[in-house]
């Protein structure tokens, strides 16, 4: 990206003034960027949470089943994702087991 569509992202969106955007590192830009970007998304997930939840209230009465905001409209954030566990090589295990040993206090090297 140019540093003119940076300080139009700046000055546009997050709302940032030309002189603290010209006192911010690339790094720190970035920071900001990511964590505005985060907000505009927790902001888009409760309107749509509340508009789910408005649509059941609305519909409740004209089914026969009762239904849930979650049953009447998924929303790609009500999947669980599961974390990858992260796979570590056998050098790299027994390295992290013998820092781990040595920040207890213990010493299993056979040589001191």
Request: proline share 4%.
């Amino acid at each position: 990206m140019t540093t003119q569509e940076l300080l139009g992202i700046a000055m546009g969106r997050i709302g940032i003034s030309y002189d603290d955007f010209c006192r911010l590192t690339s790094e720190e830009f970035d920071h900001v960027f990511k964590e505005h970007e985060k907000k505009c998304e927790l902001l888009d997930r409760a309107d749509w949470e509340r508009t789910r939840i408005l649509a059941s209230i609305i519909i409740q009465p004209h089914v026969k089943k009762k239904l849930t905001p979650k049953r009447l409209l998924p929303l790609p954030w009500d999947k669980k994702t599961k974390r990858k566990k992260e796979s570590l090589t056998d050098k790299e295990r027994a390295e992290l087991f013998d820092r781990r040993l040595k920040e207890c206090g213990w010493n299993l090297d056979v040589n001191a």
